[in-house]
């Protein structure tokens, strides 16, 4: 089946900078999306991008889908962003189901 | 908040035992997801209805079993608890089958004893 990593595993920012999370997958999808799980287990929904690029106030995500990867941006951090990231992928075949990544965690400090 | 609702937020039980996880999907979605986060395994797909028939399975235990019901929502059975299933079980909709953003409810905190 298609294997999905997240890099990197951990991401320790001071409020206000920018970073850079990356999600490579094996094969072609037909569903790409991105997730943040806040501190009380929330799974709230960034962007559903299979292809293309999307923002979102300070999120931005973009798909490269022929290179297999994804890359979710975060500008001007700030403390409410902490919690884990997750990418997550739907294979090709005409369902639905998402494989998830293991996830960044990110801690953003005052 | 994603629309997607799950009963209970949390529920506490003995090894052995069996309990019934409810969902209901946004509404007007047709499609209904429920996945696994444990510690261990991270977030696994469980099992997916679609219109009340299954259409996708994951990696789910011959104990565990789910079904939709004709007004959509959907209830997953977990039998012959084990201390392993302690777990975050997430349902989540979507109005398609493919091709399509799936949201999720906010789970439910399972824990063995």
């Known amino acids: 089946g298609i294997q999905v990593e997240q890099s990197p595993p951990d991401l320790i920012l001071q409020e206000g900078a920018n970073s850079t999370l990356r999600c490579n997958f094996s094969d072609s999808v037909n569903n790409l999306q991105w997730f943040h799980q806040n501190p009380w287990g929330q799974l709230i929904n960034l962007f559903y991008?299979?292809?293309g690029t999307k923002q979102n106030g300070r999120l931005s995500a973009t798909t490269v889908a022929t290179e297999r990867y994804s890359l979710l941006y975060i500008s001007s951090s700030q403390t409410t962003d902490s919690g884990v990231y997750f990418c997550?992928?739907?294979?090709?075949?005409?369902?639905?189901?998402?494989?998830f990544g293991a996830g960044t965690r990110l801690a953003v400090h005052p | 908040d994603s629309g997607v609702t799950q009963t209970p937020k949390h529920l506490i039980t003995a090894t052995g035992q069996r309990v019934t996880l409810r969902c209901s999907p946004r509404?007007?979605?047709?499609?209904v997801y429920w996945y696994q986060q444990s510690l261990d395994q991270g977030l696994q797909f469980l099992i997916q209805?679609?219109?009340?028939?299954?259409?996708a399975k994951g990696n789910i235990l011959e104990r565990f079993s789910a079904q939709q019901f004709p007004d959509l929502h959907s209830e997953l059975n977990l039998s012959s608890l084990e201390l392993g299933d302690s777990a975050l079980y997430f349902c989540?909709?979507?109005?398609?089958?493919?091709?399509?953003?799936?949201?999720f409810g906010p789970g439910t905190r399972l824990t063995v004893l």
């Open positions: 509404s007007g979605d047709l499609s």
């Open positions: 209805y679609y219109n009340g028939e299954e259409r």
């Open positions: 989540a909709s979507s109005t398609l089958t493919s091709f399509d953003t799936q949201y």
């Open positions: 997550a992928v739907g294979s090709s075949g005409g369902y639905n189901k998402l494989i």
């Open positions: 991008i299979p292809s």
